[in-house]
């Protein structure tokens, strides 16, 4: 599974509060289910979002124990849900067309 989140702060850039909130994110890549986990600076004209995370999963398993970890709860409880003003999550798996 590839986990992706745009989002945005209520931070103004380039703020220390925003560099706090990212460095607070890394965090969530120490779990030992998170694989290949990199945070994103929107760089792009069609997307009004500021940044993205992403990350990866072995299995849904692996995923649901990550959304049910306290870290991660902390994390969206604490930091996330009061310094995010808006986000659009996606999840992927691979999708065979052949």
């Known amino acids: 599974i590839l986990h992706t989140v745009a989002f945005s702060l209520k931070h103004p850039k380039d ?29 792009g004209e069609k997307s009004d979002f500021d940044f993205g995370v992403a990350m990866e999963f072995s299995s849904d398993e692996a995923y649901q124990a990550y959304n049910e970890h306290p870290i991660h709860r902390e994390f969206v409880e604490t930091i996330w849900l009061p310094e995010v003003s808006r986000f659009l999550e996606l999840d992927y798996v691979a999708y065979d067309v052949a």
């Open 15 to 43: 703020s220390a509060e925003e560099k706090n909130f990212l460095q607070a994110g890394l965090a969530l890549a120490k779990l030992p289910m998170v694989q290949n986990f990199r945070i994103y600076r929107q760089v």
